[in-house]
DNA sequence: CGGGAAAGCGCAACTCAGTTGCATGAACCC
DNA sequence: GGGTTCATGCAACTGAGTTGCGCTTTCCCG
């Protein structure tokens, strides 16, 4: 059901665990929501499906940077400029996002690769990362 | 000098008249500002540009959103939420973008056109635009 | 198992880019 | 010039993300 998944909150502790920093409770549940989420998930998206027992907003945020930096998610900035989130997983690393104009929500284009993508950068500049999103409408907006 | 540039102005307010709308100071000013600019601009930035007998920074924001919805000018999302314009002109389109992780600088990658790439989108759905900016280290900053 | 140091959490107050509503002023068509 | 239409300016607002700090949890070691 809607309720806790134990495979997906196994799965979430051992990805924390294998950074070898602390495994704390807002760390679990946060990563355990990107990793059953469809598509990229804004702060509030989460706060939402944490639902019971949410978190601290200020938590909350601080657990999706800390996310990040440990490479076990990534961001993208909306054209709304919230920022929303979406685990990497092993298989599908960083990748490109489609954002709908009408409706808002973000999906991960896990087939575009953005580690595979050759942009030419000017003479002395060092690219460190791409981020790719395409901008339109969704099959449910068409 | 940093002042007024004759060409540019008369060449910002071509670009204006041929939208058919109508031609006012906050316009040209803000157009042939980025059309001085060497990369993508902040609405700060701007402003700063702008100087003496600037703007109101409302009317600033509507005139950079009209200039996007006319197509004489686009917008990108920088990492730290900040939106930033750059004049589209006529031989480099929409293109991409490199954002500095240090300084926080834009650069336009003019030869990166956004138009031509190719990204596969799921069934049903319709791309409209990509937005691709390349995160790193620029030449000041290496 | 217990400490105890180090790191993370929660709360309140804050920042600041961008928005909204409305009265005034400037384009431009005739 | 005169009137209509649209843009500008001001003030008040919104809301995502941040900061500082005291309290709690993790987890390492004995
Ligand atoms: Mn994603
Ligand atoms: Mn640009
Ligand atoms: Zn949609
Ligand atoms: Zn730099």
């Not at 679990?28 to 509030?44: M, N, S």
Request: net charge positive.
């Amino acid at each position: 059901m809607s309720g806790v998944n134990r495979k997906s909150v196994a799965d979430a502790e051992e990805r924390l665990r294998s950074t070898g920093e602390r495994v704390t409770v807002p760390r679990v549940r946060v990563l355990e929501a990107l990793l059953q989420a469809g598509g990229a998930l804004t702060h509030q998206e989460i706060e939402v499906l944490l639902g019971s027992a949410a978190l601290d907003r200020v938590t909350l945020y601080r657990v999706l940077d800390w996310l990040c930096v440990k490479g076990l998610a990534h961001r993208m900035s909306g054209g709304d400029r919230v920022w929303r989130f979406s685990a990497i997983d092993g298989q599908h690393g960083r990748h490109a996002h489609f954002e709908c104009r009408h409706c808002g929500k973000v999906t991960c284009l896990d087939k575009q690769s953005t580690d595979e993508l050759a942009v030419n950068v000017p003479r002395g500049f060092r690219s460190e990362g791409i981020e790719l999103t395409v901008r339109g409408r969704c099959a449910q907006c068409a």
